[in-house]
């Protein structure tokens, strides 16, 4: 028989998937605002922005796409007829499909592209426009104004982006808590969500604080994100019975897809944002390298969702 809710949190007036959906709500909110407080701080951006991107590849590379695998894995064995690699294709798929939704969807030709030097030019005129008193050729001569403000319009697309992204891997999570019967198993899946919840979270608030978007737009678009897990969560409770059979195999395909938007993420717009200049290149990649090794190690200390 599974572990009762209310013997583990001790909260017998409550049940459970209610408690999940509360803490997760407030953890989401309470790290996705956190990075308005130091927004007058670029370097601090930057850096925070930098272990973002780390946090993001861990997630691809060492969270959801070895879960996706091992998932198929056991597929297999449980006699579906699946390609040994089908977790790092539906990956590659994740990867190609943000790629067309970024770059082909959203991209638009906001420079004179008749020639390189025309367009920096154009680039570095509209930079001036922003008014924030900064000598913008002295150090940087690209499209950011000391590392926070985007003066190409497609980047201010990426909050937005990420916060699909997120949401949906939120969803994919709340399902997989909602669907469990076993009690004891809802509960290991619910630690393996919450103790990654944050730093993704607090992903988001930086993004959003580097692009500019104002205070009640993100407000707006990190209650979203909020609300994911436990509309999620409510999904996968209604839908019990029906995909009983499948969810397994649901969930690891979306954690496939997934894996490969974080890496996607990840190396085509954090990190390609933050190196392109060398201003601070040791203290980025170290905190690149801290952000990575932090989600690696709560997936090590925490309970994995199989």
């Known amino acids: 028989e599974g572990t009762n809710y209310a013997d583990i949190l001790g909260m017998g007036f409550m049940p459970f998937p209610l408690v999940a ?46 879960e996706a695998s091992h998932a198929f894995a056991m597929l297999a064995n449980e006699g579906w007829k699946l390609p040994e690699n089908m977790a790092f294709v539906l990956c590659g798929g994740g990867f190609m499909a943000t790629l067309f939704i970024e770059k ?20 570095q005129h509209k930079s001036g426009a922003h008014g924030h008193g900064h000598n913008h050729n002295e150090d940087h001569g690209h499209c950011h104004t000391h590392g926070i403000v985007f003066t190409d319009p497609n980047a201010s697309v990426l909050p937005f982006i990420l916060t699909a992204v997120l949401c949906f891997h939120s969803f994919i999570g709340g399902m997989a808590l909602g669907i469990q019967s076993n009690n004891a198993k809802a509960f290991i899946i ?23 978007t104002s205070a009640a737009m993100m407000v707006r678009f990190i209650l979203g994100f909020a609300a994911s897990s436990p509309v999620g969560i409510a999904a996968g409770w209604m839908l019990r019975a029906s995909i009983a059979g499948h969810a397994n195999a649901l969930v690891a ?3 496939a897809i997934a894996s490969g938007t974080f890496i ?43």
């Open 21 to 66: 959906m509360i803490t997760l709500t407030a953890t989401k909110v309470g790290f996705g605002l956190a990075p308005r407080y130091f927004r007058s701080n670029p370097r601090l951006l930057s850096l925070a922005n930098a272990y973002s991107a780390g946090i993001f590849l861990a997630g691809g590379l060492s969270h959801l796409l070895p």
């Open 253 to 255: 395909a979306l954690d």
């Open 190 to 212: 619910f630690v393996a969500i919450i103790s990654h919840k944050w730093v993704e979270a607090f992903s988001l608030g930086v993004s959003f604080v580097r692009a500019g």
């Open 264 to 306: 996607y993420i990840a190396a085509v717009d954090l990190i390609a944002e933050e190196f392109v200049t060398a201003r601070d290149k040791f203290w980025k990649f170290s905190a690149l390298c801290g952000g990575f090794m932090t989600l690696v190690i709560l997936s090590w200390v925490t309970p994995h969702e199989h």
């Open 104 to 123: 082909l969807l959203f991209m638009t030709d906001s420079v004179d592209k008749d020639s390189d030097g025309e367009e920096m030019a154009d680039v």
